[in-house]
């Protein structure tokens, strides 16, 4: 079982920085790629960046350029530095973590950005 929180999350002016954190621990072998998702009202859930074990990343094309996705594979940490954030940033971000076929989802961290 893997239990997985995010921090960092607020209120921020458009064009700030957040830096958003998340942290898997429990019982598991070894986490393979972790990703982080967000979810604005009255849409779907979309993707905004994901990194493998081995450091491998990928972005969401409207954060791509403005957002870095890194983690310690030691500590089973990730994080995602937010740069230039506008309104449309706004949404809860998840961190999920795959680990033997599955994955785990964080409770979600808000994340507002006012114009």
């Known amino acids: 079982q893997v239990q997985v929180v995010e921090s960092g999350g607020g209120l921020v002016q458009a064009g700030g920085s957040l830096t958003l954190s998340c942290a898997a621990s429990g019982s598991f072998a070894s986490i393979s790629a972790m990703g982080w998702y967000r979810h604005a009202p009255g849409k779907l859930r979309t993707l905004v960046a994901v990194i493998t074990s081995g450091g491998s990343t990928n972005y969401g094309g409207s954060v791509k350029d403005r957002f870095t996705i890194s983690r310690i594979n030691a500590k089973n940490t990730m994080y995602l530095k937010m740069n230039s954030l506008k309104p449309e940033d706004t949404a809860v971000y998840y961190c999920?973590?795959?680990?033997?076929?599955?994955?785990?989802w964080g409770q979600g961290t808000q994340v507002t950005v006012s114009s």
């Open positions: 999920a973590a795959d680990s033997n076929s599955r994955r785990y």
